[in-house]
């Protein structure tokens, strides 16, 4: 019996068709289903099998593996992306998916179902890629870039359900329908799932701007934004990147589900870091984009200090309006008392006032203050009045503000009684803190430099513009419920500010990230930090933490997902974006900041295309980015010519072509948009703004904006639109 089955050992290894039959029933279940469902490309794979194992053999530098017979049997381990042609693809990637390519290849994460990886063990590294203001029109022509091409061609062995034995005689038709199939798609609000399907890129059909792109990658991907289409939103690409849900057990999914409302925060296993409150207040680019009324104080320059004059006088901000500005010459006011507070105070020798107003609706259809509460950091009550508006009240708004007209019948106390007391008490010390104090602080008609915000402090799980409200924070982070009179009795003005200021106390003894996306989730650098490195059996063993990344990008990333990051390079143009991902790849030539090696995961943006499209806010423009843009008379960046257009793109994928020429062997490298235009969609999103406040006050004729189906139809299209992304991957 013994030399039986040696001599049948024997005569397996050496008889190429026993080990084919020994292979085929290892893995004859799969085979089987995949026959059944697809039987006509069972020739097709047998011929690229035999095409692989040929090519093997061929390639000396192959590593090799040892045959039960001990003869060598060369193998082809180098990583590779492979488009499953036999998937059907139900909807287009999205930003969670290529997340999940990242992590799959560098942190042992579920292995994709849209495109096939080979050897992904043996990815070293990854790169990904931000570059907003790319759009699948510039593609298929939709969108002049100087230079008009013919589209890329689309990819014919991709269609759902369709018989790819003819792909080699596939009409050059196909490729010049590409722009008229594009068009029907963005007419119409439901796709067609071919509407799904990457894109070959072919560099004979692509506008000379993009012919680049050609040499490294070989798909366009349509990659969805992250939005909601029934409230027309678009949530940020940069936090569905970036980070990711924490793992649940089925034990606390079933306790979730019993619980009504926002699930409190667990945080057992927190490790608190005390934390001064001056950390937390708001940068000047913070209050901007939170509609504050700007402090003379964040201005220092003569031509600053005139722009914000003139934008308050036409807004109807200044004194000759009612308004007032704290008595606060400049920000370095109180730099003597960061230095004789106590260690490790809270506070840092400043004074806390915690503070909430509420509101009615008075003629003219504004919002007018009817009371104000302050508190202390002790949470004792400083103020509290009610205030009689100077114009009459036509809506109290009882269900909010709890404020009733027998409340305001004996109250002589005016706005300018209340600003005159608060000018007394903040002084230069002082931090006003409160929930969307923008608000208050427009019916108080007054500004304060110094501005801790909890809508700020605690960023919305979807990121901005998203915002969690008071209820919700408190119910979440504190445990407590608050506003249970909403909508009957209204809320109580001393009980929100105690919730605004416990939920700043407890930020301040949990440290930066207590409430931030990070107690719900974590970012993919922190994730790799658990990641055992190559030839390691867990992150301890690597001597410190396991796998590093490196975020660079335009202006200071330290402040957000770069203090996650175990390095984070600023910069200022698109050019030195390409040497910050150079230096993170390689790392330092004599290891001063950066290892050489360099890290495993590097994010980087390129931002001069997102700038000159302006898909950014107009507030983010430095004096260098709004330099290399035309402007209007009114100072106002204009939409740059289609030869302009064409050659900031072709700036922009140089860039791309730099970093991919540049990665070492073995290396992941993700692009990404982001989101289609999302410029109509904004401006359509301003107009139903302006809409709902006017239509509580006026009537129809006096609208300066008609809001009706027209107008909600093209707000749907508009957030289609922009979300409509695209993305590029290759292993280089």
């Not at 990815?123 to 570059?131: G, H």
């Not at 139903?688 to 093209?714: G, H, P």
Request: proline content about 6%; glycine content about 8%.
């Amino acid at each position: 019996m013994g030399s039986n089955k040696k001599r049948k050992h024997s005569r397996i290894s050496n008889d190429p068709s026993l080990q084919d039959s020994t292979a085929s029933r290892q893995s004859g279940v799969a085979a089987t289903i995949a026959h059944v469902r697809h039987p006509h490309v069972q020739g097709q794979q047998q011929e690229s099998h035999d095409n692989a194992h040929e090519a093997a053999e061929d390639d000396e530098e192959e590593w090799t593996v040892v045959g039960r017979g001990g003869k060598k049997r060369k193998t082809n381990n180098y990583p590779a992306l492979v488009y499953a042609d036999t998937y059907k693809q139900q909807s287009s990637i999205k930003l969670a998916d290529l997340q999940n390519l990242v992590l799959y290849c560098l942190a042992q994460g579920t292995s994709p179902q849209w495109v096939a990886v080979r050897h992904h063990g043996q990815i070293n590294k990854a790169v990904v890629l931000f570059v907003p203001g790319l759009e699948r029109c510039m593609f298929d022509g939709s969108i002049t870039l100087d230079t008009i091409g013919k589209g890329p061609e689309q990819v014919p062995p991709v269609s759902n359900g369709t018989d790819h034995s003819h792909e080699s005689q596939i009409s050059p038709s196909v490729s010049s329908n590409i722009a008229m199939t594009a068009n029907h798609a963005s007419s119409h609000t439901h796709a067609s799932p071919d509407d799904y399907l990457p894109v070959r890129l072919a560099a004979e059909s692509l506008p000379e701007p993009l012919k680049p792109l050609a040499e490294c990658f070989e798909y366009l991907w349509p990659v969805k934004a992250p939005g909601d289409d029934k409230f027309a939103k678009v949530y940020s690409p940069l936090h569905h990147m970036l980070n990711s849900q924490l793992p649940k057990s089925q034990e606390q999914k079933a306790a979730e589900k019993a619980i009504k409302g926002a699930k409190p925060m667990n945080d057992q296993r927190w490790e608190s870091k005390r934390t001064p409150i001056t950390t937390f207040i708001s940068s000047k680019d913070e209050l901007r984009e939170n509609d504050y009324v700007m402090h003379p104080a964040w201005f220092r320059t003569e031509p600053e200090k005139e722009a914000e004059r003139r934008r308050r006088l036409d807004a109807g901000q200044t004194a000759d309006s009612g308004w007032v500005d704290s008595r606060i010459p400049d920000l370095g006011a109180d730099d003597h008392l960061n230095v004789s507070c106590e260690k490790g105070s809270l506070t840092a020798g400043r004074t806390v006032l915690a503070m909430d107003c509420e509101m009615c609706t008075v003629e003219g259809g504004d919002a007018a203050l009817t009371r104000i509460s302050l508190l202390g950091w002790d949470g004792e009550v400083v103020m509290d009045e009610l205030v009689k508006p100077d114009k009459p009240i036509i809506d109290y708004l009882t269900r909010f503000s709890g404020i009733t007209p027998e409340k305001m019948n004996p109250v002589t106390t005016t706005l300018a009684d209340i600003q005159h007391r608060l000018l007394d008490i903040f002084t230069p010390d002082t931090i006003l803190v409160g929930h969307s104090l923008n608000s208050d602080l427009e019916a108080l008609k007054l500004t304060h430099p110094f501005i801790v915000d909890t809508s700020i402090l605690y960023p919305h799980p979807r990121g901005p513009p998203l915002k969690s409200s008071l209820k919700w924070l408190a119910q979440k982070y504190l445990g407590r419920e608050i506003q249970k009179g909403h909508g009957s009795l209204g809320h109580d003005s001393i009980e929100d500010s105690r919730a605004c200021l416990d939920l700043v106390k407890k930020k301040c003894e949990k440290g930066p990230e207590w409430g931030s996306v990070a107690t719900s989730s974590e970012t993919i650098f922190k994730r790799l930090t658990r990641t055992p490195k190559k030839g390691s059996r867990d992150a301890a063993a690597c001597g410190g933490p396991g796998k590093v990344g490196a975020i660079i990008d335009h202006g200071a990333p330290e402040k957000n997902f770069g203090q996650m990051a175990s390095f984070s390079i600023g910069c200022k143009t698109d050019d030195e974006i390409v040497e910050g991902i150079k230096r993170a790849v390689i790392g330092d030539p004599d290891g001063a900041e950066i290892p050489g090696g360099g890290v495993d995961f590097t994010w980087a943006r390129l931002r001069e295309l997102e700038f000159a499209r302006r898909w950014s806010n107009n507030h983010r423009y430095d004096l260098i980015q709004m330099d290399s843009l035309t402007t209007q008379s009114n100072g106002e960046p204009t939409e740059p010519s289609p030869s302009e257009l064409a050659a900031k793109v072709a700036a922009t994928i140089n860039c791309i072509k730099q970093v991919h020429d540049s990665l070492p062997p073995c290396t992941l490298l993700i692009v990404y948009s982001g989101t289609g235009d999302p410029r109509d969609l904004a401006r359509l999103q301003q107009m139903q703004r302006t809409f709902k406040q006017e239509y509580k006050t006026k009537k129809w004729d006096q609208l300066s904006v008609k809001w009706t189906d027209t107008e909600e139809q093209a707000l749907k299209r508009a957030c289609k639109k922009a979300r409509e992304g695209l993305g590029f991957v290759t292993i280089t």
